[in-house]
């Protein structure tokens, strides 16, 4: 009888163990369709002798446009326009690189590789080279807003063999947009209350972020404010600010004729130093280097600076914040753009391709499904679709009105904000942004946007387009694929720049500099910059 | 004579053969008992070493291709090795990565021996389970969660440098972001200590559960107090376990905890505390995708470790303490 009962344990503990296994070795089910299999239902302009077509689509939180139960009027008017039914893999912003590559490995892409951005990369060209995805059609006159889209720089200079690999997830109209994207914003109201008019100069800058975080601005009587805070290390290299060159990270063409990263040039350096005695002055938020908070730091009133993005969509972003941590404070009356020193009155924008990321197909995708996707894509990038994934069903949540968006849909009596489009269809949640960033392209004229943001918005971004000089980015420079430009892939510029910053051994800054140079130069920089500035040449992109 | 001789050995090894076969079924459960680790080893451990699909190890000497079979992939060599190798980024993450394992046999190790002593010295056994529980309990906290605590309690505007500033007047000292080597090691024991030192200590209670109690009798009634029946009683008791869990620790140089330390690394601290596995997650995965340098880089590691493994059981065996092979 005690044998028998110790063989059915050891029986049990044997079957939860390999059930445990198994578990962990089945395929990952993350998926949900909510898209209506059937043909066309007549009011879409779907060909109703089509065949349905599968397509699985991975995309960052593509599971909240696929919460399950039963589909949209927008997710069911799409699945009968095309003839698909879509069926959803999530991925997350955290894990999606991990995901892509095991799935690469093993072959179990989805169709439709939505939640990437490794153009130029070494990825990118080993996913080509490996099979791992397919060609777009040569021909795509069918689609007319693709075949236009597929026209731009930065699109054409990442071609392989002639070949177009991706669909670009349209960010902006054309780069100078990202001239936004970067920005200070100060309380204005603290500069009144401490008696300081705007900055002009580098000093000027230093006082006002060490005035912020020593002299009380807010009146509470403790010491519960910093100077400037920064949204991300990144941002004090990456044009925030902009009086400085271009200090970024793309490759360009110096003046000792080598194409090398900005962002180790001697320009960097100048602004570092600037950056450095901030720091050492108090006016750089001591936390610095490992801040995640600096949007809520600002939003509640315990930061002078923000550098941030400063577009419209952004800029709404701080507001939604602001008026739940700081509800009696007038975010309009307390918040003005700041532009930051400048070396000799110029200033330089941050720029980027007019997409950021892009959606590759899986290589095992044929043409008749690619024919689908094709389509919904040409849709989507379309004004029709834009719109209806921004603002609902023309006539009955919006309507245009004198050349402007009108909408219909309810309007929050607490918030003063309509009901926001994905709470109604959920299926426009993720979907609004799998061919472009249609809350991008669109932020200057949403009308869920505050007129009063999109007005000081607006204005600098005309004021930066006018005044400001767009730096000398060549995409076909940044699209030259050569291994020691690869291999270097993983240096960490922006790390070392913090370090420059924070160094305490007492060396002055051009040693630090020299220093990071020549570690920069042991692991592989200048063998990269030596290989890309022939690959230019050979090129004939450059003298 | 010369028949005697042949005879001799054949019937020892057969004697011997029967001696181990009657222990294996003796310890049957016991045996069986370890089959799943086993099966973990197995599937994990040993079929991706010698993957016919994917090359296994072999992989660190080919160029890797997502879809085209093992076979058709070109032979590069020894290239991703000196890739790494010709990197000073390398050997820094190596350099770290061997300071900050030393550190943790130095100041970690022997932590959960004392913990499970003084465990064991609680007479009152709710008292006991609760010191258990509180000491254990942070072992099942993800690393990104106790890193967030961290990072509230240790920013300059955190709790520590707030105490530190008004009430003892010291000047605010940035924990989570500085170049000094002390400050930035001990961040690493001491949460690393808090997260588990409670869960180490489990095999060491173990251990002491196993000792026989009349061994303490005999000792009280002999007159030896509290340290004498810790000293000669309980640590003979565990030296055993301690040697054998020291030796795979050695045999551990290489890995150092990648999720403790990818959370803490940043521009001030990574040539510090970055380690060998970030080094290697950096190139290989978060940049750019490249097994093949993982490969190459994994198998780097193990071969040190296991070379570490192999002289620290060896010096075990020398010192006659209990070794594992």
Redesign the interface.
């Known amino acids: 009888m005690k044998v028998r009962i110790?063989w059915l344990q050891?029986v049990l503990?044997?079957s939860l163990?390999f059930a445990l296994?198994l578990t962990g070795c089945q395929t990952s089910d993350d998926t949900t369709t909510t898209a209506p299999a059937g043909g066309d239902n007549g009011d879409g302009n779907g060909d109703g002798d089509r065949e349905t077509i599968d397509i699985t689509v991975s995309l960052w939180d593509i599971e909240y446009s696929f919460p399950g139960g039963d589909p949209d009027e927008i997710a069911v008017m799409v699945s009968d326009m095309f003839d698909i039914n879509l069926t959803s893999i999530n991925v997350g912003w955290g894990d999606a690189?991990?995901k892509y590559?095991t799935w690469?490995?093993s072959?179990q892409l989805p169709d439709i590789i939505g939640a990437i951005a490794h153009v130029g990369?070494?990825?990118y060209f080993?996913?080509i080279n490996?099979?791992?995805v397919r060609a777009l059609p040569d021909d795509l006159s069918a689609y007319p807003v693709i075949n236009q889209i597929m026209q731009q720089d930065e699109v054409l200079a990442f071609q392989v063999d002639g070949n177009n690999y991706f669909l670009p997830r349209q960010t902006y109209e054309d780069s100078s947009w990202w001239a936004m994207d970067r920005g200070l914003l100060v309380r204005k109201d603290w500069m009144e209350n401490l008696g300081i008019s705007d900055p002009v100069t580098e000093q000027d800058y230093i006082d006002l972020t060490v005035a912020f975080a020593t002299q009380d601005p807010n009146n509470s009587g403790s010491n519960d404010t910093?100077g400037l805070v920064p949204s991300g290390?990144w941002i004090l290299t990456s044009q925030g600010l902009p009086g400085f060159g271009y200090t970024d990270g793309r490759w360009v063409l110096e003046d000792d004729g080598y194409i090398r990263p900005a962002i180790t040039s001697e320009r960097t350096l100048r602004l570092m130093e600037f950056v450095k005695e901030m720091y050492q002055a108090g006016g750089l938020d001591?936390?610095f280097?490992?801040?995640?908070n600096a949007l809520e730091k600002f939003a509640a009133g315990q930061a002078g600076i923000l550098a941030r993005q400063v577009s419209s969509k952004h800029l709404k972003a701080v507001l939604d914040m602001w008026v739940t941590l700081q509800p009696d404070v007038d975010f309009f009356e307390s918040v003005s753009i700041l532009r930051g020193p400048s070396l000799d009155g110029e200033y330089t924008r941050f720029t980027e391709m007019a997409y950021w990321s892009e959606s590759y197909f899986n290589?095992n995708v044929e043409d008749d499904k690619m024919g689908r996707i094709l389509e919904l894509y040409d849709w989507l990038y379309s004004d029709e679709g834009m719109r209806t994934m921004m603002w609902g069903i023309e006539g009955t949540d919006w309507e245009m009105d004198d050349g402007e968006i009108n909408l219909l849909t309810d309007v929050n009596e607490e918030t003063g904000l309509h009901t926001p489009t994905a709470e109604i269809y959920p299926f426009t949640y993720a979907m609004s942004y799998l061919a472009a960033w249609t809350g991008d392209l669109v932020q200057y004229i949403d009308p869920a946007i505050p007129q009063g943001i999109r007005d000081m918005a607006s204005e600098e971004l005309d004021h930066r387009l006018a005044n400001w000089q767009a730096p000398d980015v060549d995409w076909a420079v940044q699209a030259i694929n050569v291994p020691e430009k690869?291999?270097i892939?993983?240096l960490?510029y922006?790390?070392?720049?913090?370090?420059f910053i924070?160094?305490?051994s007492g060396k002055d800054s051009q040693t630090l500099y020299e220093e990071m140079v020549a570690?920069w130069n042991?692991?592989?920089l200048q063998d990269a910059v030596e290989a890309v500035t022939n690959a230019a040449r050979e090129q004939g992109l450059i003298d | 004579m010369q028949k005697t001789s042949t005879i001799a050995p054949a019937l020892k090894q057969k004697h011997s053969l029967s001696r181990t076969w009657r222990k294996c079924v003796e310890n049957k459960y016991l045996l069986i008992m370890t089959l799943p680790v086993l099966v973990y080893y197995i599937i994990f451990n040993y079929m991706p070493m010698f993957n016919v699909q994917t090359g296994g190890i072999l992989m660190a000497f080919k160029q890797h291709n997502l879809t085209r079979p093992f076979v058709e992939w070109d032979w590069v060599g020894m290239h991703y090795f000196q890739m790494m190798w010709r990197r000073p980024d390398f050997w820094i993450s190596m350099r770290n990565t061997v300071s900050i394992s030393f550190i943790r046999l130095a100041f970690e190790f022997p932590m959960p021996i004392f913990l499970a002593i003084l465990l064991n010295e609680v007479h009152r056994r709710k008292a006991k389970r609760i010191f258990q529980t509180v000491y254990t309990f942070p072992h099942f906290l993800s690393w990104i969660l106790v890193i967030g605590l961290m990072k509230d309690l240790l920013q300059i505007n955190g709790v520590i440098n707030g105490f530190m500033t008004t009430v003892l007047g010291r000047q605010a000292f940035n924990y989570l972001a500085n170049d000094s080597f002390f400050a930035n090691y001990a961040m690493l024991v001491i949460s690393n200590l808090l997260k588990g030192v409670g869960w180490g200590s489990i095999i060491y209670l173990a251990a002491i559960a196993g000792v026989d109690p009349t061994l303490y009798e005999a000792a009280i009634v002999d007159g030896a107090n509290r340290w004498q029946c810790i000293r000669h009683i309980t640590w003979p008791c565990i030296k055993a376990t301690a040697v054998i869990l020291l030796i795979l620790q050695v045999g551990n140089i290489l890995n150092q905890g990648f999720d403790q330390i990818f959370n803490l690394v940043n521009g001030v601290n990574r040539n510090i505390i970055e380690t060998i596995d970030v080094y290697i997650y950096r190139y290989a995965f978060q940049q750019s995708m490249n097994q093949s340098f993982a490969a190459a880089s994994g198998l780097f590691k193990s071969v040190i470790n296991f070379s570490m493994l192999i002289t620290a059981n060896l010096i075990a065996k020398k010192l006659g303490e209990n070794n594992l092979f």
């Not at chain 1, 280097?289 to 995640?292: I, N, R």
């Open positions: 110790k050891l503990v044997f163990v296994i690189d991990e590559n690469a490995a072959g990369q070494g990825r080993q996913w490996d099979g791992v910093v290390v001591p936390d280097a490992t801040l995640d290589a690869q291999e892939a993983g960490t922006g790390d070392d720049w913090v370090r924070m160094d305490s570690n042991a692991n592989g």
